[in-house]
Structure formats: structure tokens, C-alpha cells
């Protein structure tokens, strides 16, 4: 039950994630005079949106994995 709301907010976080890259990629690609100094924050807010993405899911995943198996581990030490 965990899981499987996990990978449901994963995915949305993801998508989000994956709109912000792709709307900062045509910024990062316009050549005009006006945005010359604005292209170094956008690469950088892009490239945080992905590394988000990997700190996320990989946090998130095991920390659900670990509240699982402590979980299983304190019911199962209950029950005897």
C-alpha cells in the first residue's frame, strides 16, 4: 500500500520534473543577444530539476523499503 503510493507521487514528480527540463531546454538553446546572461541560470535550474529527480526517487524508494522492513521487523518481534 505504501509502494504503490510512492510510485504514484514518484510519477508526478517526475513529470514535473521532466516539464521544467524540457520548457528551460529552449531557453538554454536561444541564441539572441538579450539572453546571452540569463543562459548560465537556466542551465543551472535545469540540471538541478534533473538531479532532483535522482535524489528524490532514490530517497524516497528507500526510505519506504526501510519504514517497510522496520515495520515488518517491529510486528513480527510483537507477535512473538
Do not use: N, P, W, Y
Amino acid at each position: 500500500m505504501i509502494s504503490e503510493a510512492g510510485v504514484a507521487r514518484l510519477t508526478l514528480i517526475f513529470l514535473i520534473r521532466m516539464t521544467t527540463f524540457a520548457g528551460l531546454t529552449s531557453f538554454i538553446l536561444e541564441k539572441s543577444v538579450q539572453t546571452k546572461f540569463l543562459i548560465s541560470l537556466a542551465v543551472s535550474l535545469a540540471f538541478s530539476a534533473l538531479f532532483a529527480i535522482f535524489i528524490t526517487h532514490i530517497f524516497v524508494l528507500f526510505s519506504i523499503q526501510i519504514l517497510e522492513d522496520m515495520t515488518s521487523g517491529i510486528m513480527r518481534f510483537i507477535e512473538g
